[in-house]
């Protein structure tokens, strides 16, 4: 999981900083060219150390959930601002990071599930999720999010009212 992660964060250019206590990995993750510190994300100085005052936000990847759940509850209370991803990894493992403070909770083996279950069920569905996530070879698409701004003709606009199809050859 941490890895996709970096691969995904470094493909958008995104600055960051991965925290591990292992000494192999540090070198594993020095060697995929990436930013690392080497500590223990359980204690406040290695989280003072890596940046955390300065993140955008934190992704929380670790091997146990109770320390996912521990490290959100001493993030949030170093830097209550912080947005905070945490991967979950039991059942009730996304109430209790969620009570602890993160923002968001992901469960890789809830989605792989799923995606499992509707590559069979709705395969071109999940095809096109392939391809507007940029994970299908189709270099002639891009997808990306654009902010309307108010003054804009198509502010309140609804897509279909739009027209962006003939204007701008968008979809």
Not at 10 to 34: H, L, N, Q
């Amino acid at each position: 999981v941490g890895r996709v992660v970096c691969q995904e964060l470094a493909k958008a250019s995104a600055p960051f900083v991965v925290v591990d206590s292992s000494e192999a990995m540090e070198e594993r993750i020095e060697a995929d060219g990436y930013l690392v510190w080497r500590g223990n994300a359980t204690e406040e100085d290695t989280l003072r150390a890596a940046g955390l005052e300065r993140a955008k936000g934190i992704i929380l990847a670790l091997p146990s959930e109770a320390d996912n759940v521990y490290v959100t509850l001493l993030a949030k209370d170093l830097c209550p601002s912080v947005f905070i991803l945490a991967r979950s990894i039991s059942d009730h493992g996304d109430r209790r990071l969620k009570a602890a403070g993160a923002d968001r909770v992901v469960s890789p083996n809830l989605i792989g599930g799923y995606r499992m279950a509707h590559s069979i069920l709705h395969p071109s569905v999940v095809e096109f999720i392939d391809i507007v996530s940029g994970h299908a070879e189709m270099e002639e698409l891009e997808v990306q999010e654009l902010v309307v701004p108010e003054n804009s003709s198509l502010a309140g606009v609804s897509i279909g009212e739009s027209d962006i199809r003939r204007r701008f050859e968008l979809l």
